[in-house]
């Protein structure tokens, strides 16, 4: 049986954890932006063909925050709707019974104080507050997939048909 100092502990490094994570993405994510290249230079006829992003990564942010799964939609990642949606419910539903076990041995312990309905009660509350940060982690990653996908959707990997390799068509705009 988890002790509430050693939940509270294990609390604490997921949240540091957790914490690192989002700032290590922040920090890559600031500096993809901070490679600009400030010189005006008179492009040939070459490089004429300005790259257009077909779809708005931080669009499909705005709409898998609204509603999970429509970023997706909108990037035509079609098959990653259900998953999203699949793991959601599966830990809502398990967020909800813990939720009313831990009701239920509450109310049971406040009625009698039997030390074994305060342990279960102690144990389904642990286990609520940990699949709530399951779900967000769930909601969070579905945004972060949602920006990688729109990012990735112009990203093609054609065959060389002169001798069978792939051809990847990456664009960089300078």
Aim: aromatic share 18%; glycine share 4%; proline share 3%.
């Amino acid at each position: 049986m988890m002790k509430w100092k050693d939940f509270l502990n294990y609390l604490i490094s997921l949240t540091r954890r957790i914490t690192k994570i989002l700032l290590l993405f922040l920090i890559l994510l600031c500096s993809a932006y901070a490679q600009l290249d400030t010189v005006d230079a008179v492009p040939d006829e070459a490089d004429s063909e300005v790259f257009v992003m077909q779809k708005s990564p931080w669009g499909a942010v705005l709409r898998s925050a609204v509603l999970p799964g429509w970023g997706q939609f909108y990037n035509e990642s079609y098959f990653k709707i259900p998953v999203i949606w699949g793991i959601s419910a599966w830990l809502l539903y398990i967020w909800i019974d813990n939720n009313d076990s831990y009701i239920k041995y509450r109310q049971l312990y406040a009625n009698t104080p039997i030390e074994q309905y305060r342990s279960l009660r102690t144990f389904y509350r642990d286990q609520r507050d940990l699949f709530t940060i399951y779900i967000a982690l769930v909601y969070v990653l579905n945004l972060v997939d949602a920006y990688v996908d729109a990012h990735l959707f112009d990203f093609s990997v054609e065959e060389n048909f002169m001798n069978g390799s792939p051809m990847f068509g990456i664009k960089f705009n300078f």
